[in-house]
């Protein structure tokens, strides 16, 4: 595999590993990422994934009942933030240079990852988003993966980090970011850990000296630096806002809505505006991205002459007014918005006010991929308005899914344009040609060709 100038280097081990069932972090120098020399792909758990029948048995029943959780405040700041060079280490300010002088950054991003059967499908997606990093033109290799939530499954349990997460990306070169999805926070009835306990302790660890966890089993991979789980990751050229939409199956839930959950409080709402504010006081060029577990849309097909949601999961419009209320307020609005949860690829435009923002859901990164459609419904052709899915003052069209494929999005970012690309596992790590994809342009909020640098 070549080396580019601006990529993440292949950290050697410092020392040695943790022996496996070690149940105490291990100190290291600094961040590390990838097992150097390359090693196998898994093909099978280390730790059988047991049933969870019996606890959603229990869940079931308290459909309609179940209400969001508590999730930890970042305390003292409203804006938490965490940078692409920091993470990267000592490394980190020479890495962000050759990114500048480049003038293009890449990334990943993909959701819903975590697999219970067996690792092939995560394997796939992981494996082929490696094969970005053998580009052999620098400005085009990824810098980082941005995870959209549902690291493991069913309930975030550690146990299972090391065959869900770090077994699948230990060829991954580069800082994985993460916001949680509802599987990270929900708790199985049948035990007593803590909501989110798992994610905390492999992806929030700002302030602590770098080390791995117990959950690595062995493998290099550091724990990640975030302040917490709501957070702005700052690059060069975007800003990435991500926000956690709690743990109900649906809807996503940001806020108190309306003191219907007073105890959630709004501190991610605060937060929300306070990193708006600043894009705005900053005269912050890039691109600003929201990134949100449960998407706002997902596709509508129309049944006995009324609209419903198709698929497995419905949309968050309490969450998306929600967005909309601080974006107003700030007068700063995303580029796009970024989601899985549903566990395919969908790609919607929304025309409001003079913008063209792309929202899209990316939960197709392992987990079983879940049909739009099936025998007996309607024929769902795109591009289509759906306005089902208008709050009446905007437009809504349904672009483009793919609801038979593995995949993940690769994003392309400059100082005038944000690209985002969908890429199936399914065409190999040879293929470089997008299935389907989008530009922005920064100033004008519109659709538009993509320039290539």
């Known amino acids: 595999m070549s080396r580019q100038p601006h990529r993440p280097k292949r950290h050697q081990k410092s020392g040695e590993a943790p022996p496996e069932g070690n149940t105490e972090p291990v100190l290291t120098g600094g961040p590390q990422f990838n097992e150097t020399p390359a090693t196998p792909d898994p093909t099978k758990f280390k730790v059988k994934h047991g049933s969870d029948k019996q606890a959603y048995t229990i869940l079931d029943s308290q459909r309609g009942r179940l209400e969001p959780r508590p999730f930890p405040v970042v305390e003292g700041v409203a804006e938490p933030v965490v940078t692409l060079e920091k993470a ?25 990852t975590g697999n219970t059967r067996g690792p092939y499908d995560q394997v796939a997606v992981a494996d082929k988003m490696v094969s970005d990093y053998d580009d052999p033109d620098p400005k085009s290799v990824p810098s980082f993966f941005y995870h959209l939530g549902d ?71 550091t724990a990640q630096i975030q302040p917490g789980v709501y957070f702005t990751l700052e690059a060069p050229f975007v ?36 990193a708006l504010n600043r894009v705005k006081s900053d005269r912050f060029p890039g691109a600003v991205i929201v990134a949100v577990h449960h998407p706002p849309y997902v596709a509508q097909i129309k049944t006995n002459g009324d609209a419903e949601s198709v698929g497995r999961h419905g949309g968050s419009p309490l969450m998306l007014a929600d967005i909309d209320s601080a974006c107003k307020e700030t007068g700063v609005w995303p580029h796009a918005v970024l989601s899985g949860h549903a566990h395919n690829y969908q790609r919607f435009t929304r025309r409001k006010n003079g913008r063209e923002t792309p929202f899209l859901v990316a939960g197709n990164g392992g987990h079983a991929v879940a049909k739009l459609t099936h025998k007996g419904t309607p024929t769902l052709r795109v591009p289509v308005v759906q306005q089902a899915l208008s709050d009446g003052s905007d437009e809504i069209t349904f672009e483009s899914y793919d609801d038979l494929d593995f995949g993940y999005l690769r994003i392309v970012v400059n100082s005038e344009q944000l690209r985002i690309e969908y890429h199936p596992a399914s065409d190999g790590g040879d293929a470089k040609t997008p299935d389907d994809f989008v530009t922005v342009e920064l100033a004008t909020h519109k659709l538009v060709h993509f320039v290539a640098n």
């Open 151 to 221: 690291v493991v499954y069913s309930f975030g349990e550690e146990q299972y980090y090391y065959d869900q997460f770090y077994d699948p990306y230990r060829e991954y070169p580069a800082p994985i970011f993460a916001i949680p999805g509802n599987h990270d926070g929900m708790v199985s009835p049948l035990t007593s850990t803590p909501s989110l306990q798992a994610f905390l302790a492999n992806f929030c660890t700002a302030g602590e000296p770098p080390h791995r966890t117990p959950e690595a089993g062995g493998l290099v991979r």
């Open 88 to 112: 990267l280490g000592e490394q980190g300010n020479s890495i962000v240079k050759a990114i500048q002088k480049a003038k293009q950054l890449v990334f990943h991003s993909v959701g819903d």
């Open 239 to 274: 800003r990435m806002i991500g926000l956690y939409s709690n743990c109900l199956e649906d809807p996503g839930v940001i806020s108190t809505q309306g003191n219907q959950f007073p105890y959630l409080g709004q501190t991610q709402i605060d937060f929300l505006k306070a």
